[in-house]
Nanobody
Framework: QVHLMESGGASVQAGGSLTLSCSHS??????????MGWFRQAPGNEREGVAV????????LYADSAKGRFTISRDDAQDTLLLQMDNLQPEDSAAYYC???????????????????WGQGTQVTVAS
């Protein structure tokens, strides 16, 4: 069983920063061999990929909207996936979800359908 719990969402002003955390310490499945990622969904929009990271942590991939502002990292010793978000803008407002275990199946890495396990999400609101 996989248990993912996000935290760190908040309301901030444009230009501000937040760090989202995803804990998988309660998962029975060892996620160290899994790629993990962050996705987001704003009201009325489809879920979209923000950033993904390989099991070894050496191949982060970012959506164009996140490049230069967001940094994904993982601390497997702490069973934690992080997303550092800087220079936040109102268009970054969304529910942010942690995902684990890229299944491939011909999907791109930032495709939500490519991941098997999901957390419940944490809300980020950026005011202009």
């Amino acid at each position: 069983q996989v248990h993912l719990m996000e935290s760190g969402g908040a309301s901030v002003q444009a230009g501000g920063s937040l760090t989202l955390s995803c804990s998988h310490s309660r998962s029975r499945k060892d996620l160290r061999s899994c790629a993990m990622g962050w996705f987001r969904q704003a009201p009325g929009n489809e879920r979209e990929g923000v950033a993904v990271i390989s099991s070894t942590g050496d191949r982060p991939l970012y959506a164009d909207s996140a490049k230069g502002r967001f940094t994904i990292s993982r601390d497997d010793a702490q069973d934690t996936l992080l997303l550092q978000m800087d220079n936040l803008q109102p268009e970054d407002s969304a529910a942010y979800y942690c995902a684990a275990c890229f299944t491939g199946s011909g999907k791109r890495a930032l495709d939500p359908e490519a991941f098997a396990h999901w957390g419940q999400g944490t809300q980020v609101t950026v005011a202009s």
